[in-house]
């Protein structure tokens, strides 16, 4: 069974912190992704990478970065917090072939700045 | 970011009834299709995947595939209150490794 695991469930922390939510995957996926989901929007792409210290921009990079620096561990970093990245966060790794690319998703953080 | 949609707005179905939920998608070079359910507080979860024009079945879902028409359904048989959730569509962008999601359609199963 594909394992993605994230380092917490829940998460409450200030505006103006430095926030790191970690995601680790045990089926030696190439690729794998951080998203953000919010009531009404669905899910959207912050950033992707596709193999070890690549990473792609997705469509809502804005007040994110991203390390991965083993092929097994991804990391997103919240610069600099604010209330508006309040937010369910979900990561996801997929293998690379023809006719693969299924996204697995871990259980999620939810992020609470205040 | 290609387009995916789900325009149907929740569906209630009665235990044992059939629910189809639709889904078309704007890249016509896509190949990869996927529905996801995602229960309420959960991360979403993977329950097909269709790659070929057709009808692919697992237990009691079913996965259909016009690439003609770019839609993709999916029906669950004999529905049961277990299956109340919501169901995400989900299609690899041609030329990436990412998937572009539907933003979900809620289904609700009546004992």
């Known amino acids: 069974d594909v394992k993605v695991t994230q380092s917490s469930r829940y998460l409450v922390k200030r505006t103006g912190e430095k926030v790191f939510l970690e995601c680790v995957q045990d089926?030696?996926?190439?690729?794998m992704f951080w998203y953000r989901q919010d009531p009404g929007l669905g899910l959207r792409l912050i950033y992707f990478?596709?193999?070890?210290?690549?990473?792609e921009k997705g469509d809502i990079p804005e007040g994110y970065s991203v390390s991965r620096e083993k092929k097994e561990r991804f990391s997103l970093i919240l610069e600099s917090a604010s209330t508006n990245q309040t937010s369910m966060y979900l990561c996801a790794s997929s293998p690379t072939g023809l006719s693969s690319y299924e996204q697995y998703f871990g259980p999620g953080t939810r992020l609470t700045v205040t | 970011q290609k387009e995916v949609e789900q325009n149907s707005g929740p569906l209630s179905v009665p235990e044992g009834a059939i629910a189809s939920l639709n889904c078309t998608y704007s890249d016509r070079g896509s190949q990869s299709f996927f529905w996801y359910r995602q229960y309420s507080g959960k991360s979403p979860e993977l329950i097909m995947s269709i790659y070929s024009n057709g009808d692919k079945e697992d237990g009691r879902f079913t996965a259909q595939l016009n690439k003609a028409s770019q839609y993709v359904s999916l029906l669950i048989r004999d529905s049961q209150p277990s299956d109340s959730a919501t169901y995400l569509c989900a299609v690899k962008d041609y030329g990436n490794n990412r998937l572009a999601f539907g933003k979900g359609n809620q289904v609700v199963v009546i004992p």
């Open positions: 089926m030696d996926h190439e690729n």
């Open positions: 990478s596709y193999d070890v210290k690549m990473k």
